[in-house]
Nanobody, 120 residues
Framework: QVQLVESGGGLVQAGGSLRLSCAAS????????MGWYRQAPGKQRDLVAL???????NYADSVKGRFTISRDNAKNTVYLQMNSLKPEDTAVYYC??????????????WGRGTQVTVSS
């Protein structure tokens, strides 16, 4: 079993910055791709950014140039630096990670989410 615990959400004014963190713990052989998704009220959960364990990153068009995803493999932790925040970035942000179990298979895991609210 793998637990993902997010932190760093909160309330910020438009134009401000926040940094989200997500640490993986539990029983696993290794962590693969990690990422952040977000879900605004009444909307589907959408991809924000992904990063492989080799450091290759991909971003949603809406956050390119403003958000930066990074990870510390030694700590099994992924970060999301969010700059120039806009009210439309308001959502619950969820951490996601693929983890390899002892039996060799890969499974996706989700955190419980952290609220990000951007005021205008």
């Amino acid at each position: 079993q793998v637990q993902l615990v997010e932190s760093g959400g909160g309330l910020v004014q438009a134009g401000g910055s926040l940094r989200l963190s997500c640490a993986a713990s539990g029983s696993f052989r290794s962590i693969g791709t990690m990422g952040w998704y977000r879900q605004a009220p009444g909307k589907q959960r959408d991809l924000v950014a992904l990063i492989t364990n080799g450091g290759s990153a991909n971003y949603a068009d809406s956050v390119k140039g403003r958000f930066t995803i990074s990870r510390d493999n030694a700590k099994n932790t992924v970060y999301l630096q969010m700059n120039s925040l806009k009210p439309e970035d308001t959502a619950v942000y969820y951490c996601n990670a693929d983890a390899s179990a002892a039996w060799g298979g890969w499974l996706p895991y989700w955190g419980r989410g952290t609220q990000v609210t951007v005021s205008s």
